[in-house]
């Protein structure tokens, strides 16, 4: 997947996140899932350090939130109010 035209250079991709997915994200997660999450993670810059996904699942009232950051890290009691208030 990594060798497909989503990626200008997989070799560096793998070198670089090879062992960067623990290995529950790997149980979760299928090879496009984690392609996805390179390819945004790849599009983060000092002038984007954020980015959130909200995708809906094959049932119709439960959804997938994924936040990105690059530099600090951000806790789980700092984004479930952010969460909550949102509606």
């Avoid at 899932?33 to 599009?43: G, N, P, R, V, W």
Wanted: aromatic fraction near 8%.
């Amino acid at each position: 997947l990594l060798h497909s035209a989503e990626f200008d250079e997989p070799e560096e991709l793998l070198s670089r996140y090879g062992s960067a997915f623990p290995s529950d994200y790997q149980a979760l997660y299928d090879l496009h899932t984690a392609a996805q999450d390179l390819k945004i993670l790849e599009s983060l810059s000092t002038d984007r350090q954020l980015r959130v996904t909200v995708e809906r699942t094959s049932s119709s009232d439960v959804y997938v939130i994924a936040l990105y950051q690059t530099g600090t890290e951000v806790s789980l009691s700092k984004i479930l109010p952010v969460l909550e208030n949102a509606g």
